[in-house]
């Protein structure tokens, strides 16, 4: 009985460790924070040297690097033309205006991923933002869309008219402007998509706007770090100890819908890692000291 406890234990205590490690995929987006640069940006529409991003389209999407430190319009971190934010992550992030007062003006962000996607495998995608200090305005859908090639280099500056498979709810109006505002969601991939688009993926005349305060009129405008495309592993079979302290092989979704707690990725029922309460013990003395 000792020996089966401890087994249990330590499975337990080794539960959380082992599981994030089966977990962790590798991130399928490339300088997914923008540090590397091939040269520190002049100016504003240098994403290009953020490589491998770029624009899908005519829109001047910005590379922002702590080594842009001269001049008025120096895209900066922290402290650059829109505002101050310092990285999310490192010394770099993207910008984009993802809504703006010319009429349906957009700006994007593009990357190869380094594998394409597997035909019905579920992904997670994930990235952050951060509204500008100066902005006026705020939005509240930001997502990406995955495409089968490259989109682009169109000529055009305005919206890209599809479906993205992520995108933050409607209503969730993105006004934080000191720190970061995670966006993520999961998608089921049709196969084959290499690259990920980010940016809004509505036009002017579907595009929620909320004010804020802030002095800039050209619409609104966010800094992006921290994007992620990681693959969602199956669910494995593992130890479920139910709670009559039996041992099944479950999934862990289907372990606690029925109460029980899965023991980690790996485990089996061979040796019954599960253990039931002990009982009490009382002596008689204490016994007769209850109920005299």
Known sequence: MKLSYRLAAVLLALAPLAAPRIASAVNLVPNPSFETISTCPLGYGWLFVATPWDAPTAGTSDSHHACAVSGPFAPGVPYNAMGNQVANTGIAYAGIIPYSSAPDYREYLQAPLNSPLVANATYTFSFRVSLADTCGLAIDRLGAYFSVGAIGPLIQNTTLLVTPQVESPAGGFLTDKTGWTPI????????????????????????????????????????????????????????????????????????????????????????????????????WGGLKAIYR
């Open 184 to 283: 993520s969601g999961t998608f089921v991939a049709a196969g084959g998509e290499t690259h990920v688009i980010i940016g809004s993926f509505r036009d002017d005349a579907n595009t929620n706007t909320t004010a804020v305060t802030g002095t800039w009129p050209g619409g609104t405008y966010y800094y992006v770090d921290d994007v992620s495309v990681e693959v969602v592993p199956p669910a494995v079979d593992q130890a479920c100890c139910l709670p009559d302290a039996t041992c099944t092989l479950l999934t862990p979704a289907e372990c606690q819908l029925l109460g029980g707690t899965p023991m980690g990725v790996g485990t089996s029922c061979d040796p019954n890692p599960c253990d039931p309460t002990p009982a009490k013990k009382s002596s």
